[in-house]
């Protein structure tokens, strides 16, 4: 189950970046119809990911993977979420952000195919 979660966030950085280039090319984007549920969405992915991250890694430990990384990805996705529609943001902290939790996501991945092998 936890996987599937891991997928799904890194399904919605796809989006991120694609609404992201969308916004930095001069896309306009409608508030109730396409930024809100955009950000619901992300929001909900990032709220079962930590639920599940952090009650997954209490009863099975991954090596590297902690609670707070769990929750703090879950948080980024969600600023993410909300920032990937300004045309103009800090690049820096939107690129550290991404960076931050696609590498959180590839870790965890890899802790669960560690653990599997097992």
């Given at each position: 189950?936890?996987?599937?979660?891991?997928?799904?966030?890194?399904?919605?950085?796809?989006?991120?970046?694609?609404?992201?280039?969308?916004?930095?090319?001069?896309?306009?984007?409608?508030?109730?119809?396409?930024?809100?549920?955009?950000?619901?969405?992300?929001?909900?992915?990032?709220?079962?990911?930590?639920?599940?991250?952090?009650?997954?890694?209490?009863?099975?430990?991954?090596?590297?993977?902690?609670?707070?990384?769990?929750?703090t990805a879950g948080?980024?996705?969600?600023?993410?979420?909300?920032?990937?529609?300004?045309?103009?943001?800090?690049e820096t902290q939107?690129?550290?952000?991404?960076?931050?939790?696609?590498?959180?996501?590839?870790?965890?991945?890899?802790?669960?195919?560690?653990?599997?092998?097992?």
């Amino acid at each position: 189950m936890i996987k599937e979660d891991i997928i799904a966030v890194l399904a919605a950085l796809e989006e991120v970046k694609d609404i992201k280039e969308q916004a930095a090319n001069g896309r306009v984007f409608e508030f109730k119809t396409e930024m809100e549920p955009f950000v619901n969405r992300l929001s909900a992915i990032a709220d079962q990911y930590k639920k599940n991250g952090v009650a997954y890694i209490a009863e099975t430990p991954v090596k590297y993977m902690s609670s707070e990384q769990i929750i703090t990805a879950g948080d980024n996705l969600k600023r993410l979420a909300v920032s990937c529609f300004a045309p103009k943001v800090n690049e820096t902290q939107y690129n550290r952000h991404l960076s931050a939790v696609t590498y959180t996501q590839e870790r965890f991945l890899e802790g669960l195919e560690v653990g599997d092998e097992q």
